[in-house]
């Protein structure tokens, strides 16, 4: 099994593997009232959970760079901070909702106003490979959790 940091908050996720098969789901019980668990068919299943856990760093670094740059722009480093951190919290508030439904952050990405800065944002991101460089990313990760390479990636 494994826990984010965040559990210490009853904000994580669990991961575990295999199913809690316990007469009464103790174990599953207690996972959860960390934050929530998910139960994994199996250990390459969990493997590949693992892989998102991995992009907790590029998510801080990426506030870190939208953050660089405000100040670049004038804004105040407390206020750039503070400011990033509310905006994403909120986003992430978003994404929480209804987060069950497969679709939901299909729907998100959907819903942003047509010729809007945010459409235009995933449209430059998409044309840069921003997010194919994600998954080579998470790919690379799971090649390492799996023991077959050292998990970075090869730019040559």
């Excluded at 439904?101 to 840069?128: A, C, W, Y």
Aim: aromatic share 6%; glycine share 8%; hydrophobic share 35%.
């Amino acid at each position: 099994m494994i826990c984010l940091p965040s559990v210490s908050t009853l904000q994580g996720m669990c991961l575990m593997v295999p199913k809690d098969h316990s007469e009464d789901n103790n174990i599953k019980t207690m996972f959860e009232s960390l934050g929530g668990c998910i139960e994994c068919e199996s250990e390459e299943i969990m493997r590949a959970m693992m892989v998102p856990t991995g992009l907790m760093g590029p998510m801080y670094a990426i506030l870190q760079s939208n953050r660089d740059w405000l100040v670049e722009k004038g804004v105040p480093p407390g206020d750039a901070s503070f400011f990033l951190a509310k905006l994403y919290l909120g986003m992430m508030l978003d994404a929480e909702k209804d987060c069950h439904d497969p679709e939901h952050f299909d729907n998100l990405v959907h819903e942003q106003t047509p010729g809007g800065l945010n459409e235009q944002s995933i449209e430059n991101l998409k044309r840069m490979n921003a997010f194919d460089s994600y998954r080579s990313a998470m790919d690379s990760m799971l090649s390492r959790l799996e023991g077959k390479t050292d998990g970075y990636v090869d730019n040559t």
